[in-house]
């Protein structure tokens, strides 16, 4: 399609709910250019960033190559959410915030964001027994 002359890009979320975010971020790491795409927060507020590098999550580098780049430096984007993008095709579509030239569409996600762990609850909330 690239090679076609395709004039910008969709990428659908709409099903994708679950799974490791880097393989995804993979496929979509050429089209959404190098450098920090997002990060995990942890509750103390340290962050590790998902970084892109020559269109593979840097992690990956090594291991995968390089992506190749869009014969048409970055281009336009639309993304599709849908009530079953969850996890990974959530962190996607994060990735893809703020970047130019590119728009989402369709429904609010399932709400589940990747790397989420699990608390008890507060000893001293009301509803904790």
């Not at 659908?12 to 997002?38: K, Q, Y």
């Not at 130019?100 to 589940?112: A, C, K, L, Q, Y």
Request: proline share 13%.
């Amino acid at each position: 399609m690239d090679r076609a002359g395709a004039c910008g890009w969709g990428v659908d979320l709409r099903t994708n709910t679950d799974g490791d975010m880097r393989m995804p971020l993979a496929s979509a790491g050429p089209i959404l250019g190098d450098g920090e795409v997002g990060a995990f927060v942890e509750a103390d507020g340290t962050r590790t960033p998902w970084t892109i590098e020559n269109g593979t999550p840097r992690h990956y580098t090594d291991r995968w190559g390089s992506g190749e780049p869009p014969a048409r430096p970055r281009p336009p984007v639309a993304v599709l959410t849908g009530l079953r993008t969850a996890s990974a095709g959530e962190a996607v579509a994060i990735a893809f915030r703020g970047r130019p030239d590119t728009r989402t569409f369709g429904e609010p996600t399932f709400g589940v964001p990747t790397a989420n762990t699990p608390s008890p609850p507060c000893p001293t909330a009301p509803w904790s027994s």
